[in-house]
């Protein structure tokens, strides 16, 4: 991307041209926003620390020279390396929630927050009754830290396969000062976890097919493939969770994972599994819910 033109002086200006030049770089959104007046915005409102929800009062406040410069490098890595915006800001949101992140974990963006714990309240009659929880895949710890604000009175297992993720975590848990409820696990799934019962599970694994890693757009190739590749059919980690999840569920207690777009390969690998699928503003059927006993009856 070339510099920026000098007659870009105010902040409306910076808006008009940079979405003018995401539309044009065909730029994929997505973790965060997904749009490029959006994306634009944001990026705008957070390089300048300014308030991320009052755009409007700023629109014709003029920018310093220091201040320029900086949107144009800012804009000219989105565009020219396709780097996503929660990576360039390091940060990235879960409804009210701020998660610090990086390359080392996958933005934010699981449909589970947005499910707990409302959703989940005909299998979960009261959230002070939910005493512990497990969050497997946790990655930048951000649905354990929705978990802790949730179910005020559980102990939170936190696990993940990768060291760098759980560094991350490390930071969020300390910033949310959560290091108290939150433990963090180095594990393999279920391979490391402590022998005991959990009244909720739940997994955002990785699930995406073969078919559709190989043709991810660059933004998401920023991210950990650890992370996205869920084998052939995308249920690599789903099989090994449905098998396991009883062993550490409590009587009552119920499972909840995340497959994407992966219902209708989930259904048909698992033909005799009673699923739930919970709609979400933008997913009708990318999340299921499953009692124990339900686990163990479909199996």
């Known amino acids: 991307m070339s510099s920026a033109p000098p007659e ?16 044009e770089a065909k730029l994929t959104f997505g973790h965060g926003t997904t749009n490029a007046y959006d994306e634009a915005a944001y990026l705008i409102l957070h390089a300048l620390h300014l308030p991320l929800d009052r755009l409007e009062p700023f629109l014709d406040a003029s920018l310093t020279q220091g201040e320029r410069m900086q949107l144009a490098q800012l804009f000219e890595r989105r565009i020219d390396e396709r780097i996503p915006a929660a990576y360039l800001t390091g940060e990235a949101w ?17 449909l589970i927050a947005e499910l707990v714990p409302d959703a989940l309240a005909p299998w979960l ?38 060291t760098d993720a759980l560094a991350v975590a490390q930071r969020n848990v300390a910033d949310y000062g959560l290091a108290d409820r939150i433990n963090l696990i180095r594990s393999d799934l279920f ?6 019962s959990y009244d909720v599970i739940i997994s955002n694994p990785p699930y995406v097919t073969s078919l559709a890693m190989d043709a991810l757009p660059r933004e998401y190739r920023h991210e950990p493939s650890l992370a996205l590749a869920g084998g052939a059919d995308g249920l690599d980690a789903v099989r090994v969770i449905l098998k396991e999840a009883p062993r550490f569920l409590s009587h009552e207690g119920v499972l909840v994972v995340e497959v994407g ?3 209708d390969a989930a259904e048909a690998a698992f033909p005799s599994m009673p ?25």
């Open 8 to 23: 870009l002086l105010t902040l409306r200006d910076w808006l008009r041209w940079s979405v003018s030049r995401f539309n």
């Open 261 to 263: 777009h992966g219902r």
């Open 275 to 299: 699923f739930t699928w919970l709609p979400t503003t933008q997913n009708a059927d990318g999340v299921f819910v499953l009692r124990r006993q339900e686990l163990i009856r479909g199996r």
């Open 125 to 162: 009659d009261d959230v002070d009754e939910v005493r512990s929880a497990l969050d497997l895949c946790t990655g930048s710890g951000c649905l354990a830290i929705v978990l802790a604000h949730a179910y005020p009175k559980a102990d939170i297992d936190a696990s993940d396969l990768s």
């Open 191 to 196: 391979a490391n976890l402590p022998d005991k």
């Open 94 to 110: 879960l409804g009210d929630l701020r998660f610090h992140v990086d390359p080392r974990v996958l933005i934010p963006r699981s």
